[in-house]
């Protein structure tokens, strides 16, 4: 042990700025809410590193979408604090709130797209109204996201004459149209079927692994969770292709809600296996194989 009147010679600085962690994009730390007497989160606390998605399973009610509001800031916790992108949101005003936001896409399980704009204009949307980009500039944009996702040719169509996994990826191509660190992803893949389910799960695995874009994935769909999880994306001569993830290259995480506290944080082999009595039961119907 060091005596207190010591001297102790500090490092160079620039041997601590190359050892020192990069902050995480999340973090909670006891973060509470709750709706009058209804407790929905207790103390609850993790971090996500850049780059990393986590997948927020739980059953209905367990605090999944009120925790991504929190993270927008739609809600504000009881106790506890909230930090995104190294500011502190729970205790901001709505002006600040929106700089915050800016670097923030969504997309909603309800999809949200605006019936009366073009599949340019809905992408688009956020470029047109929120910056000052050239016309020009924001077409190119909207044109490569739409590319990314493979409908570059539905750039005239109105959302009506898209199939539902059409919109969710055009829903998918507006959140990362003004190239946003952080994805939050609500539901998105429920109602569709698992074919066109596939079709989105591989533009997140994109946006995940091609676009270093961090993610946070609450979801009732254990299937395509796992799906994500244990899949990457590679370029190759070919053009990008989604293959099966090696033993420890993921950089996805799963975390369970239940009861206002994660009863489970950890990657999909160790959720499979874990012996918990809730987890057991909560993943009985949804186990592989598929």
């Given at each position: 042990m060091i005596p207190r009147s010591a001297s102790v010679a500090a490092p160079r600085a620039d041997a601590a700025t190359a050892t020192s962690p990069e902050p995480p994009i999340i973090a909670f730390d006891r973060v509470s809410f709750a709706f009058d007497d209804h407790v929905v989160l207790h103390e609850v606390s993790f971090s996500i590193p850049r780059g990393r998605m986590r997948f927020l399973l739980g059953a209905s009610g367990s605090g999944k979408s009120v925790l991504l509001k929190l993270i927008l800031g739609l809600l504000r916790p009881d106790s506890g604090t909230i930090t995104v992108n190294g500011h502190r949101i729970d205790a901001l005003s709505e002006p600040e709130l929106l700089d915050i936001r800016g670097d923030i896409g969504m997309v909603f399980q309800e999809i949200a797209l605006f019936d009366s704009l073009t599949v340019e204009e809905n992408v688009g949307y956020r470029l047109y109204e929120e910056t000052?980009?050239?016309?020009?500039?924001?077409?190119?944009?909207?044109?490569?996201?739409?590319?990314?996702?493979?409908?570059?040719?539905?750039?005239?169509r109105m959302p009506a004459e898209l199939s539902g996994g059409q919109r969710r990826r055009v829903a998918v191509a507006r959140a990362m149209a003004s190239r946003p660190g952080l994805l939050l992803f609500d539901d998105p893949t429920t109602g569709l079927d698992p074919i066109t389910s596939i079709s989105v799960n591989d533009e997140i695995v994109k946006l995940r692994d091609l676009e270093q874009v961090t993610a946070v994935f609450a979801t009732h769909q254990i299937r395509d969770a796992f799906y994500i999880a244990t899949h990457q994306a590679v370029r190759?001569?070919?053009?990008?292709?989604?293959?099966?993830?090696?033993?420890?290259?993921?950089?996805?995480?799963?975390?369970?809600?239940?009861?206002?506290?994660?009863?489970?944080?950890?990657?999909?082999?160790?959720?499979?296996?874990?012996?918990?009595?809730?987890?057991?039961?909560?993943?009985?119907?949804?186990?592989?194989p598929w």
């Amino acid at each position: 042990m060091i005596p207190r009147s010591a001297s102790v010679a500090a490092p160079r600085a620039d041997a601590a700025t190359a050892t020192s962690p990069e902050p995480p994009i999340i973090a909670f730390d006891r973060v509470s809410f709750a709706f009058d007497d209804h407790v929905v989160l207790h103390e609850v606390s993790f971090s996500i590193p850049r780059g990393r998605m986590r997948f927020l399973l739980g059953a209905s009610g367990s605090g999944k979408s009120v925790l991504l509001k929190l993270i927008l800031g739609l809600l504000r916790p009881d106790s506890g604090t909230i930090t995104v992108n190294g500011h502190r949101i729970d205790a901001l005003s709505e002006p600040e709130l929106l700089d915050i936001r800016g670097d923030i896409g969504m997309v909603f399980q309800e999809i949200a797209l605006f019936d009366s704009l073009t599949v340019e204009e809905n992408v688009g949307y956020r470029l047109y109204e929120e910056t000052d980009m050239p016309a020009d500039d924001v077409r190119q944009r909207v044109e490569e996201v739409l590319g990314f996702v493979g409908l570059e040719e539905y750039m005239t169509r109105m959302p009506a004459e898209l199939s539902g996994g059409q919109r969710r990826r055009v829903a998918v191509a507006r959140a990362m149209a003004s190239r946003p660190g952080l994805l939050l992803f609500d539901d998105p893949t429920t109602g569709l079927d698992p074919i066109t389910s596939i079709s989105v799960n591989d533009e997140i695995v994109k946006l995940r692994d091609l676009e270093q874009v961090t993610a946070v994935f609450a979801t009732h769909q254990i299937r395509d969770a796992f799906y994500i999880a244990t899949h990457q994306a590679v370029r190759t001569p070919a053009g990008i292709q989604i293959v099966d993830a090696a033993p420890g290259s993921t950089r996805a995480d799963f975390m369970v809600l239940h009861e206002g506290r994660f009863v489970f944080e950890g990657d999909a082999d160790a959720l499979l296996a874990s012996p918990d009595p809730y987890l057991k039961e909560f993943l009985f119907n949804t186990l592989p194989p598929w």
